[in-house]
């Protein structure tokens, strides 16, 4: 009896060891919080949703309560400038501020090495600094709906980077990604770009190009040759002529055309041309389509 009753209470310490050895998820979005209280059990978690709140700042106490955090989403807060506290967190793989008033990044960011995945949509962005290629971990980028013109040429760097969201900004002009070689999956909708890198035929994994909503006139025939691009979107660009090498690609399974590209008669004989792939006719006037969910990269 008595070995009995020690053994459930071995097995009962077990378990509870076991639950607090794994890192928690607390998800307290939407609680209107302005501070946080410091409380012991910050030290459990490992994934935290913060978002939807009205913080500004991070305690000085988050740089040791939350040493082994993993993800951290600051989404939809009143956060003007980074976190001095964040730059400690240096095993974080995720972070989201998307839709913060930032406006700027500090340059610190790059100190978070072992990020893998991080988002900056729509946080009023007008530039970025050049230490972002220190995240040489990075799997997946979102920085839709900022006012960037340009992106540094320094980003070559980012060789694991699978995912790259640009969309929604104010892009002239775009690198040739060549040290991008991860890359699958590359949003450009609604900028302002007028040309493409030829480089781009280095892309050897991109599989998904949306580019509709730019001021594009022609196509580098060099986009042909992308082994993997299985959905392209040109919708609502002024291109007078597509490239001659698009009826050969045997790899796209989705095409968005429109009216500014090509005549509907002229679609459907390019759709008799290509039976292996789904083209969609799309009105100029319609709006873009957005393009098939990303490859968010590994959670």
Request: hydrophobic share 40%; aromatic share 6%; net charge positive.
């Amino acid at each position: 009896m008595v070995l009995s009753m020690l053994l459930r209470l071995l097995l009962c310490l077990l378990l509870t060891w076991s639950a607090w050895a794994r890192p928690l998820r607390f998800d307290l979005n939407g609680r209107d919080l302005n501070t946080l209280p410091n409380h012991p059990w910050w030290t459990y978690v490992g994934d935290l949703d913060l978002s939807f709140n009205s913080l500004s700042d991070l305690p000085a106490w988050t740089v040791t309560r939350w040493s082994g955090l993993l993800a951290l989403d600051l989404g939809s807060n009143e956060f003007r400038q980074l976190p001095v506290a964040l730059f400690q967190l240096h095993k974080l793989e995720r972070l989201s501020l998307r839709m913060n008033p930032l406006q700027e990044v500090d340059p610190r960011i790059g100190q978070l090495s072992n990020l893998r995945r991080l988002d900056l949509a729509n946080a009023g962005l007008t530039d970025i600094p050049k230490t972002l290629d220190q995240l040489i971990r990075l799997e997946s980028l979102d920085l839709s709906g900022n006012c960037l013109r340009t992106l540094p040429l320094s980003y070559n760097r980012l060789t694991r980077l699978r995912t790259l969201n640009l969309a929604e900004n104010q892009l002239t002009s775009i690198p040739d990604l060549i040290g991008c070689r991860s890359l699958q999956s590359l949003t450009l909708r609604e900028n302002h770009l007028r040309q493409l890198p030829a480089q781009w035929k280095h892309l050897q994994h991109l599989n998904l190009l949306d580019l509709s909503g730019n001021e594009l006139t022609r196509l580098p025939e060099e986009i042909t040759r992308l082994p993997r691009l299985r959905e392209l979107n040109l919708v609502n660009n002024p291109i007078h002529k597509l490239p001659k090498g698009l009826r050969s690609m045997r790899t796209l399974r989705l095409l968005y055309l429109d009216e500014s590209c090509m005549p509907l008669l002229k679609l459907l004989e390019l759709q008799s041309d290509m039976p292996w792939a789904e083209i969609v006719p799309i009105r100029a006037t319609s709006g873009a389509p957005k393009a098939s969910k990303p490859d968010q990269g590994a959670k």
